[in-house]
């Protein structure tokens, strides 16, 4: 299993029984599509929950959208486009007879602390398994996958942990490479009441039936951590995060919550966070370079897609047994649109819908988020919200939890909460929602949040004036530079991806507004695919060129959805990975060498020995559908090996300090020779005829790299070097070079 990273149980933190000793956190990182996210088998996505200075770099992606978005400015290493703070799951119940929150039983499984995370391992969450599936539809090495499953995601990881309260989580999480489903991962939840409470299946600690049952979705957005460190040099809840730049915002079309960057230090002018250089604004609009003049268009968010009515806790006028849950006791007692339920006697679903602080300190989340004593924010009611268009003046809201728009300038945590549900052993819960991010939201649309001051506001768009300090760089962002690359279709902004999402999810276009409780409890996957890219190989060649080749195999790929048929693929290289992508050029279908394979060379002569590129191969269709860059690969341009030892070739010779040739070593300026075999010795010596370096190359290259150093690690002075190049089979040659300083 690729990206698995293991933390042994340090037992002054865990309290767990000798059979746990070996349980280990893993995790798994989402990576096929545009949207990259870690996923962990405690319950965590992308990390812990961290909102202090700490967590202001990152090895795994939190939320990454653009994918591939590390980056450097300068001498600054930026960890890249990542938006999340941290995310995960809670539950609360009481044991049957034991009611009030002083008999309040919680497991946080991630997405708990503040400024460090807490531990919820070992503590709440005890993991049980695992699993990672590379549903690709081609093999590695580049022939069809004959296991492939077209109803299924190409990425599907699933894992399960026990918990504190005796409920067992099971958690699939599914992502595709599909232009138009590519910023999107899609999780199903199953809640099983197992009674086991510390990850042995083996034995059950707990079998009362469990009351005021909740479950609560907790995710912290903050987009982006390039974009706040280029303007505040910190990726941090205070700099901006808290009740600052970004608004969240509630589009109940969708059940979908999502935050958006909406100024800089106040000024609205700056929002989206633009490049604070205005040259380099400019270059990078112009160019898409470090995913174009805005650092922090991202609307990152999720949207609910089902949520279990079943087991909802049943409020009867009639009945006065006070063995009820606290939560019915509750609206037993309240009056009004309060105590309003649906036609099975349910409370109206969510429970909560909150924005709040970035503070999710267990203290604090166990007094407020996940109680049947209040209900957060209230309800809605004819009364109290009117909505602004016709369609969504729908009455079926009234009566469940209202938006707590007040709030949407909090912004650190968005959680919907719901519940209660009444277990008994054995008893499952199901959930699915999706994680989607898009360059803005449906701009002009009227949604809750996203001001303080009324409960109703357009969601701005990017196609904005921008004022730099004090310079007008543009009245009309989009209008002028138009979207980066890495939106590759016509689905570009966060409410576009939730409707596929629940495309995606439901097999076929959602109804809207969209009611999750409707829905079905599990996803149908049934969505329309191209022609996949071709896994692809890249080596040096001979004469310093690029070789990009792949098999024919994609040429009988089938699928009951096709979009189209393959006519042809397109070959695109880069600087980055994540982009700006620059096409090189087209290959027609059938187009292949005297061996078979596709075959394409970059010549480009400025590409310079020793520099490195990123490739990837498209396939596109006769309807003009192109596949994701599912095979982006870097290479570091070189020359092939040669067979047999004869010319020698010096580059830079004459080598002028500061030539521009420039490495990676502790000297700025390197030597390369070129036209090796793939094992020699190569010998420097000074005029004087004294050894200097002693370089042994093995590897299947043609050239190696000398930063003029002595073997003792002294830099070289100005003067004519000599060199003699040995094969293990006697053959050798020999020249000099010239350094000047």
């Not at 008999?103 to 969450?125: I, K």
């Not at 543009?474 to 138009?482: A, I, S, V």
């Amino acid at each position: 299993m690729k990206h698995s990273f293991l933390i042994w149980i340090s037992t002054s933190l865990m309290i767990l029984s000798s059979f746990s000793a070996a349980q280990i956190r893993e995790y798994r990182i989402h990576d096929r599509g545009m949207l990259h996210n870690t996923v962990f088998n405690t319950g965590e996505i992308g990390r812990g929950w961290m909102t202090g200075e700490a967590g202001n770099k990152t090895s795994v992606p939190l939320f990454e959208w653009p994918s591939r978005s590390k980056t450097t400015f300068g001498s600054i290493e930026y960890s890249g486009q990542h938006n999340l703070l941290g995310a995960g799951v809670y539950m609360a119940a009481n044991l049957n007879g034991k009611p009030g929150k002083d008999n309040r039983l919680y497991s946080f499984c991630g997405g708990v602390g503040a400024s460090q995370p807490e531990v919820v391992f070992g503590r709440w969450s005890f993991p049980l398994y695992m699993e990672e599936i590379e549903n690709f539809p081609l093999l590695p090495d580049g022939d069809l996958n004959p296991d492939y499953n077209p109803d299924e995601a190409e990425e599907i990881i699933t894992t399960a942990w026990a918990s504190s309260i005796g409920i067992t989580v099971t958690r699939t999480s599914r992502a595709w490479s599909y232009p138009d489903y590519d910023d999107m991962i899609i999780y199903e939840y199953t809640f099983e009441y197992t009674g086991d409470t510390d990850g042995n299946p083996a034995t059950v600690e707990r079998d009362a039936v469990l009351t005021d049952v909740m479950i609560l979705f907790n995710y912290g957005f903050a987009p982006s951590m390039y974009g706040y460190q280029r303007h505040y040099q910190i990726w941090k809840y205070e700099a901006g995060i808290y009740r600052g730049d970004q608004r969240n915002s509630w589009d109940a079309d969708y059940w979908l919550s999502f935050n958006l960057d909406v100024q800089t230090d106040l000024n609205p002018d700056l929002a989206g966070k633009p490049e604070p250089d205005r040259a380099l604004f400019r270059r990078y609009s112009e160019t898409g370079e470090k995913g174009g003049g805005l650092c922090s268009p991202q609307a990152p968010g999720y949207c609910m897609l089902y949520y279990d009515t079943n087991h909802l806790a049943v409020v009867d006028p009639d009945n006065s047994d006070l063995n009820e849950s606290e939560a019915v006791l509750v609206l037993r007692t309240s009056q009004g649109v309060f105590y309003e339920l649906d036609e099975n006697k349910h409370i109206k679903q969510p429970w909560s819908n909150k924005v709040s602080t970035g503070n999710t300190n267990s203290i604090k989340m166990m007094n407020e988020s996940i109680n049947p004593d209040k209900r957060w924010s209230g309800v809605y009611s004819q009364t109290s919200t009117t909505w602004p268009q016709v369609p969504r003046n729908d009455p079926r809201w009234y009566g469940r939890a209202a938006y707590n728009y007040r709030q949407s300038n909090d912004a650190g945590q968005k959680h919907l909460v719901f519940g209660p549900y009444t277990l008994r052993p054995g008893d499952k819960l199901h959930f699915a929602l999706a994680e989607v991010v898009g360059y803005g939201a449906e701009i002009g649309k009227r949604v809750e949040g996203g001001q303080v001051n009324t409960q109703w506001a357009p969601t701005p768009g990017w196609n904005k004036r921008i004022v730099i300090q004090s310079e007008v760089m543009t009245e009309n962002y989009l209008e002028q530079y138009g979207y980066p690359d890495y939106v590759n279709s016509e689905i570009k902004n966060v409410t576009q991806v939730a409707h596929k999402a629940f495309e995606a999810y439901l097999g076929h276009e959602p109804t809207i507004p969209v009611w999750p409780e409707d829905n079905p409890s599990s996803g149908s996957y049934k969505i329309p695919v191209p022609v996949p890219a071709p896994i692809i190989d890249i080596s040096n060649t001979l004469d310093g060129n690029i070789r990009i080749s792949w098999k024919r195999a994609v040429e009988s790929f089938t699928h009951p959805r096709l979009m189209g048929n393959l006519i042809k693929f397109n070959i695109y290289t880069s600087n980055a990975g994540m982009g700006p992508w620059r096409l090189l050029g087209s290959k027609v279908l059938g187009d292949v060498t005297e061996d078979d394979l596709y075959e394409f060379i970059d010549d480009d002569q400025n590409f310079k020995i020793g520099e490195s590129r990123f490739y990837a191969v498209t396939s596109l269709d006769n309807n003009g559908n192109e596949s994701g860059k599912t095979n982006i690969t870097q290479i570091e341009k070189n020359v092939g090996s040669v067979e047999k030892l004869e010319k020698i070739y010096i580059v830079p010779n004459p080598l002028v300090s500061k030539s521009g040739f420039q490495g990676s070593g502790s000297v700025d300026d390197k030597i390369g020779f070129y036209g090796l075999p793939e094992q020699c010795t190569i010998r420097i010596f000074s005029y004087s005829g004294q050894l200097i370096e002693t370089i042994e190359h093995i590897a299947p290259l043609y050239s190696t790299a000398w930063f003029q150093t002595t073997r003792n690690g002294q830099e070289i002075a100005s003067g004519i070097y000599f060199y003699l190049v040995t094969t293990p089979n006697g053959d050798t040659a020999k020249g000099k070079f010239v350094v000047i300083k």
